[in-house]
């Protein structure tokens, strides 16, 4: 039998406004809780009844956009993936993810992750620049194949798992669990064929190697992504490299499209809304 | 020279004192296993005379060194990465390296030497 009876929960929640505040400081706020209020849920009541200038980062609601990372009772997760009830507890108690800037309350500075992310070039890069910009086939891949870069690619970025790797807490140089992971989750594509440009920026003090292996940023990954095994691939992978020992492959051939027969009624596609 | 390099060597000197330290725990510990090798007078393989024997052998000689330059290395990579944990600015970094190394250089040209002249000190003190 559910449990259906409302709640009072207090939430305490970290607000910082830069310019005003000189440093972070906890509020509190009660509101009443009904059975599957989640932390996102209870933030919208708080800023609703208490404090219309609360400010957080949120989208879709469900789990997939990665906007409402947040500290909650000491751990990082989705505020819209936690329902208030699974914290066991009547004090929720909320902060903007740690091991980043704060740009005001709940709403940390992603900037350095991003950088990161695009540094380490998180797309397919290939020599065909034409075949990708107008491609006139499919590249061949396997299922096995795609079964090695695929649980990589559920990464939303929503920035948990930088948020508990005790490494970013204390080297500003590391890339983190989210960029490393991407980048290996594009080495690992056999699509792609930009493991050497990656490698000028990962066998230095960006790459893996100050990764302790805490695996901390798998606990805490809100798509069940496993950014430390992620890592300790790409260490080997580059170990590999480094010892002439690593089997280099060409990227993916092109194959044809299907050529079965169009069907009449498909309409065309609409005129390209990009250029150049 | 760049990380990757660098903590490749660690693994490497991780591996090697893994099979150093099994050696080790061989002849310390299990004295009857290659007698007329690591233990060739028998009883207590810490016996001055056996310490001695394997002093004069060239083969425990080279493991000697072999094993000081692994550990070393192993030891003060860890040490290094230690202390880069704290977030010394780029001068202080680069202090710690050039540190680290003439420590652990100092460490293997002095341990080497007394494993190369080892086998000239025993016979000099009866061994």
Known sequence: MPDTRMKQVVFHLRRYEPGKDREPHWEQYKIDSPPGMTVLDGLWKVKELFAPTLAWRSSCRMGICGSCGMLINGRPRLACNTQISELQSDVVAVGPLPNFGIIKDLVPDLHPMFEAHRELMPYLIREDLQEQDSPTGEYWQTPHELERYLQFSYCIKCGCCMAACPTMATDPQYSGPMPLGQAHRYNSDTRDGGFAKRRELLEGGRGPWRCHFAGECSQVCPKGVDPAKAIQMMKQDLVFDLLKLRVRKPAARLVDKPCGKRREDIPAAPPRTVTG | ?127
Do not use: C, K
Request: glycine share 12%.
């Open chain 2, 1 to 127: 020279m760049r990380d990757r390099t660098l903590w490749t060597w660690h693994i490497f000197a991780g591996a090697v004192i893994l099979v150093f330290l099994g050696l080790h725990m061989t002849i310390m510990h299990l004295n009857g296993t290659f007698p007329t090798f690591n233990n060739p007078f028998g009883g207590e393989a810490e016996s001055w005379q056996n310490v001695a024997a394997r002093a004069r052998n060239l083969f425990f000689t080279v493991t000697y060194v072999v094993m000081l330059g692994a550990a070393l290395y192993h030891g003060l990579f860890g040490l290094r990465n230690i202390l880069l944990e704290l977030d010394p600015g780029a001068g202080l970094r680069r202090s710690i390296n050039v540190a680290l190394s003439v420590l652990g250089l100092a460490l293997f040209a002095f341990g080497a030497w007394v494993a190369a002249t080892a086998p000239g000190v025993v016979s000099r003190m009866g061994g």
